[in-house]
């Protein structure tokens, strides 16, 4: 609940002080973990199939804006994304892959996906308040 709680309060700053691609991947972001919590199953053995179903429309969505917005930061942020998308594949195609390493692996990811949108949305809000000081 802490990842969760550290993920509303960087998406929060997202989408209120955040340009346009990090108000779209904040949404994103917040949304998917929402939709996450619901479709969780807490297995001891396997991979969670619904979660990487969630996993993969964030992967689009991200690749989506990444497109459409031309930011270096949103295509770090896609390929993130897609490495958790692999960590589930991973996991449903050797079994060998622990349930641990598995959990890491996305905590890892998430945090990754975290920290670029926190500091893209403060070098917008930095780059807000220089032209502001210019304009005075």
């Given at each position: 609940?802490?990842?969760?709680?550290?993920?509303?309060?960087?998406?929060?700053?997202?989408?209120?002080?955040?340009?346009?691609?990090?108000?779209?991947?904040?949404?994103i972001?917040?949304?998917?973990?929402?939709?996450?919590?619901?479709?969780f199953?807490?297995?001891?053995?396997?991979?969670?199939?619904?979660?990487?179903?969630?996993?993969?429309?964030?992967?689009?969505?991200?690749?989506?804006?990444?497109?459409?917005?031309?930011?270096?930061?949103?295509?770090?942020?896609a390929?993130?994304?897609?490495?958790?998308?692999?960590?589930?594949?991973?996991?449903?195609?050797?079994?060998?892959?622990?349930i641990?390493t598995?959990?890491?692996s996305?905590?890892?990811w998430?945090?990754?996906?975290?920290?670029?949108?926190?500091?893209a949305?403060?070098?917008?809000?930095r780059?807000?308040?220089?032209?502001a000081?210019?304009?005075?």
């Amino acid at each position: 609940m802490i990842s969760f709680g550290v993920a509303i309060v960087v998406c929060g700053l997202a989408i209120r002080f955040g340009d346009k691609p990090a108000r779209r991947v904040g949404m994103i972001t917040l949304g998917g973990w929402v939709v996450s919590l619901i479709v969780f199953r807490n297995s001891a053995r396997f991979a969670d199939i619904g979660l990487m179903a969630v996993d993969g429309v964030i992967a689009a969505l991200f690749v989506w804006v990444s497109l459409s917005s031309r930011r270096l930061w949103t295509v770090v942020v896609a390929a993130f994304q897609m490495l958790g998308v692999a960590s589930h594949l991973a996991t449903v195609i050797d079994h060998r892959v622990t349930i641990n390493t598995y959990k890491l692996s996305l905590a890892v990811w998430s945090y990754g996906i975290l920290v670029m949108l926190a500091v893209a949305v403060w070098r917008h809000w930095r780059e807000q308040r220089r032209v502001a000081d210019e304009r005075v």
